[in-house]
């Protein structure tokens, strides 16, 4: 009986055999290299010669080394580095000021003692379901708030995202002990002590994970700089280079234009393919780096609440 017990005590339910865990691993792997291999792709494609792309197609390493498609996007490298501060100012402050105002929804409605939660719950998702439609939703920026051309619009609409909110409030809900925010009120704290002062600090994987889709949504998106700026000072690096493709374009199907660029410039070589991977270059920029900073709290707000006990 002591020998089971040992046995027992040594087995562990959770751990695998030598030979699953090989292949889980193996797949993992594979899986790994599945997201690089792409990205080392696009990398070399984007230092190519244009013409040996067109003879010899994607390689990984360039037939001939040239970095022509970057001096075609960085040619006015100005108004690229202020499109840069602004996706950066934007995406940093409207991730922060985007956590603060959903926590602060989604806290309330999270509480059981709270009368509304429920109205204010259906509410928050009903805007899942259905929104107004874009022209409205243009009309109310650009001529109700009169936003338009100022970075404030490129923030604003993504405030508040219900599927977020849900989320937060089912982590508050599930994961934040409703005997602490009741000895927290035992000893005299308020809303906002117990609010700031504990369910924040308890609160960090999912405002993390939060946290981190909202900076991608920021840095990714070009669509509300299309709707809203019009003078072509306060766009985004995503509609930068989304203008640069639709210029590459242009040239393509307009030779006429194409050969007013060729006279007052004959050794020009219009880049094609290997300015849309430079294009994928330069708009992943800094967002690389957000990816560290949360991937610690991401994987816990993906994992909590899965195991309870």
Excluded at 130 to 159: A, C, E, H, K, W
Excluded at 214 to 221: I, S
């Amino acid at each position: 009986m002591a020998t089971v017990t040992s046995k027992s005590k040594r087995f562990d339910v959770n751990q695998l055999s030598p030979g699953p865990n090989l292949i889980v691993n193996i797949m993992f792997w594979l899986y790994s290299a599945l997201c690089i291999i792409p990205i080392l792709l696009i990398i070399g494609v984007s230092f190519s010669d244009e013409k040996q792309i067109l003879i010899h197609g994607y390689k990984f390493w360039p037939e001939k080394f040239s970095i022509e498609a970057y001096n075609f996007l960085l040619n006015d490298w100005q108004p690229v580095l202020k499109s840069y501060g602004i996706s950066i100012f934007v995406t940093v402050v409207g991730t922060a000021v985007a956590l603060f105002i959903m926590a602060l929804f989604a806290y309330p409605i999270s509480r059981r003692d709270f009368k509304h939660r429920n109205i204010f719950s259906f509410i928050m998702f009903f805007t899942i379901l259905f929104n107004g439609g874009l022209v409205p939703y243009y009309l109310m920026y650009s001529q109700i708030l009169d936003l338009r051309n100022t970075m404030f619009v490129l923030m604003m609409p993504m405030f508040v995202q219900g599927f977020f909110v849900l989320v937060m409030r089912a982590f508050f809900t599930n994961s934040i002990p409703t005997e602490v925010l009741e000895s927290a009120k035992i000893d005299g704290a308020g809303e906002l002590k117990t609010f700031f002062g504990i369910v924040i600090p308890l609160s960090l994987p999912v405002i993390a994970s939060v946290g981190l889709l909202c900076t991608l949504g920021y840095w990714n998106d070009w669509f509300l700089s299309l709707l809203f700026i019009t003078d072509n000072e306060t766009i985004s690096i995503q509609f930068r280079m989304y203008e640069a493709l639709l210029d590459i374009q242009y040239l393509s199907a307009n030779s006429a234009a194409y050969s007013a660029i060729l006279q007052s410039n004959p050794g020009f070589t219009m880049p094609s393919e290997t300015a849309r991977m430079a294009m994928a270059i330069v708009g992943v920029g800094p967002i690389i780096f957000a990816y560290p900073f949360f991937q610690r709290f991401f994987i816990q707000g993906l994992t909590v609440g899965a195991v309870k006990g």
